[in-house]
């Protein structure tokens, strides 16, 4: 389908137009620059949603393509497209962008660097989802990283500048295997071509070995985005050191990216490879639920507790692809990634908000917060109660899917995974026992203010469609569907 | 009477180095920048000489004018014309001899310039003499520093070494085939080998002496030992010309007689020796070294030494591949990195200038006092490091891609691998000027020239990271001058 207006590249430009606009204002207009940055994310959400209300969910293919022949010498071109599983990707990127950035009004130092950068950094998110060039798919995968530095070490924690090295060095690591997989596909295609319609098409027919390095290759790089035990190393420092709009995107967006490069990369172009690790790859999700469950259990730390819950709720995800049979097993990797990303955003959010009064984010410090912060507790527990996948949230659809999805697959693994769901539950109310229940310490929080108005509006979207999805979730699941499905014949072959 | 057309761009050049030395003899020394003036004007009439002068050859083939002859002396006269500009302020300290320094990076360039031209051995050995020997002078310009007097001798002293080494190996090349010309030597080796069946052991001489001498040329590791203190010593602009210019005139020789005369020998076939697999062993040596040694560095003219280093072992593996690809790659590579390294030292010369100090540590907080300096700089280092979309990581990816196809995937998991390495230590220039909190006090302005420089370089990193079209059209034009 042909669209008369390039409106993807509209999403993916808007930001980095907003960022031009940003730099040219004077850094003392803060305000300005503020509203500014926000009302181009503003402009980027509308822009998706005409996406989404013009999108097809009838059929599999591509739409909204735009194609230009942009390096022909290497055969890169700028090819532009989406389809059910970029769309919701695109929607969930926009509204947490935005909502990121109201939520980092209150930052006053350097203001307009940070609003530059975050920009810069909404476009490269935008532009992975959209891009099925292998090569415009690296340069936004890379693209984003520079600014992802800057942002988690100039604005971060104490420890800023050790995990904004991390996150950069780890990631560009996971980066230079996708590139080496990208140059073996380039090569052993014929005709050469880096375009991932084609890949898609023509790449099953691969060798089985070509298959298996590329795939095992493309897996590390994603898999390191995801993060899959044990790579995910690098995600507790960033989580936690970052920012909270920071936090907001990493948790809510950078590790939907792993996910999504895996459908869209190795599980629907190399099923050879898929086949030959999927296995291993359930197991490795498997550990990763029971490890990231049985770690936050042991979180001082609330921002650290939600960081490495987000480990164990990526967990689900890798169980759900490596059942690469069941549609209802992709539909739950993909409603878990959109349902992590409202969740653990609107979480890390909350967490800012509190640490924004209270200095502190260690669990055992409060107590009883309820007495004093009604709507927050409220709030918070909303959410905290979405991520043990209380029936009628977003996240019990999700992981009541991947269930259902990956048991004729894995049952033994699915069994045991199931127990994660228990492990969450304990951690998640063992915190919000001891942060908002209980004595209330007046002499010490005694000047707690409650959530302000901002901060209300930054979060009720995210609980709206939380709810939304968990109640009604048909709607998405359209969206989605004709594009699993054809996925799932894809990975078959 | 010969037609001279197709030399036409370094009769000019030549002549006017000896204007702009003739100029600052008559204005009296009075004026700074005259002569710095002249020569950019020179080098800019001279790019446009060169446009012309394309598929020409001079006696019988030993000096030819094709597309890839002039390509790179596109990138000499690129990195002359942006040493020069950054020049300005070293040359306004100077009280004696500011005329001649001008003119000694003017007949370096005509020596890359014939360098590159050169299909036979004399004329190339003569060239690279023509393109060194100037330089030894100018490492050692700031005659008052005791640094800068070492890096002149140490450069001398190992310049001749290695030249002397080259000229072993071409001897024997000469020895073997009774010819001094490229072509002829290809023909007359191929003939040998039909005889004998193989070259024996005076061909796996010379082509390691060759190998060898051009490695020093290009401070390959183990032949990199000079390079840190000489790149240290040396006045600032020289260094950047020495590291771009100086290594690409090494790069274009290495090119010219390994992919040019002995492409047969490139694998195991026909060679008991093949120089593809040795040279990839050089490559990833001086990749790993290189990118290692350069963390521990605090001093960013040492810091850049090493990762220039490390950066012609990347060119390398375009050469390991050895193909049409590789040759364009490496064709583009060097373009883009005489923006990127030219424009960070250009920063570093400016710095250095106003605040007296080369120290990293130092940097800090300069993303605050001068936030334009500051962003360029960034830019620069990103693209030395790869990072997308600028000009140096489509070098990267197009030279890995000939080595991935030439089939040495592990010497791109290899390079990559070490890039990260690299990631590290140009992060941490960036994390000075930015993560820092310390203020610092310096507000700097750059010169007029400098700041031209400054922006050429930034327009070709990012113009040419984003619309690389025209420049890879030309890089391949100049891989079609070598037969596969």
Known sequence: MTYSFPILSFIVFTPLLGMIVVMLLNRERVTAIRWMSAVFAFITMIFTLIVLKDYDSSTASMQFMESFNWIPSINASYLLGVDGISVPMLLLTSLLSLVAIVISFNITNRVKEYFAFFLLLECGMLGVFVALDFFLFYVFWEVMLVPMYFLIGIWGGPRREYAAIKFFLYTLFGSIFMLVAILVMYFTSDPHTLSMIELIKTAPTFSRGVQIFAFAFFFIAFAIKVPVWPFHTWLPDAHVEAPTAISIILAGVLLKMGTYGMLRVSWAMLPQGLHYFAVPIAILGLIGIIYGALVSMAQKDLKKLVAYSSVSHMGYCMVALAAYGSVTAIAGCMFQLVSHGLITGAMFLLVGVLYDRAHTREIAAFGGLANKLPVFTGIFTLFGMASLGLPGMSGFISEFMVFVGSFKAYPIIVGLAVLGVVLTAAYILRMIQKIFLGEFDIAKWGGLTEINLREILCVSPLAILTIFIGVYPKPLADLMRATLENLVVLMAR | MVNLTPLLPELFLFCWALVVLASDLFSKRRSASLPGYLSLAGLVITGFLLIPAHDAYLWGGMFVSDPFAVFFKIIFLGAAFMAIGSSFGLAGRMTHHRGEYFTLILFSTVGMMFLASAKELITLYVGLELTTIPLYVLAAYT??????????????????????????????????????????????????????????????????????????????????????????????????????????AGLAAIVRIFVGAFIAFATPVMAPRDWGSTLAVLAAITMIVGNIVAIRQTNIKRMLAYSSIAQAGYIMVGVVAASNLGVSAISFYVFSYMFANMGAFAIVAIIAERTGSEQIADLAGFSKSSPVLAGLMAIFILSLAGIPPLAGFLAKYYVFAAAVQAGYTWLVVLALLTSVIAYYYYANVIRMMYLSADPNPHHIVPSFPAGLVLALAGIGVILFGLMPEPILKLAIAAASSFVF
Do not use: C
Request: hydrophobic share 50%; net charge neutral.
């Open chain 2, 143 to 248: 005659k008052s520093s005791r640094a800068s007097t070492e890096a002149g001798l140490k450069y001398m002293i190992i310049g001749a070494v290695s030249s002397a080494v080259l000229l072993y190996g071409l001897s024997i090349i000469y020895g073997l085939t009774g010819t001094t010309f490229l072509q002829q030597i290809t023909i007359n080796l191929s003939i040998y080998w039909l005889s004998y069946g193989e070259l024996g052991p005076a061909f796996s001489i010379a082509l390691m002496a060759i190998l060898a001498g051009l490695a020093f040329k290009l401070a390959l590791v183990p032949f990199h030992m000079w390079a840190p203190d000489v790149y240290e010593g040396s006045p600032t602009p020289v260094t950047a010309f020495l590291s771009v210019g100086s290594k690409a």
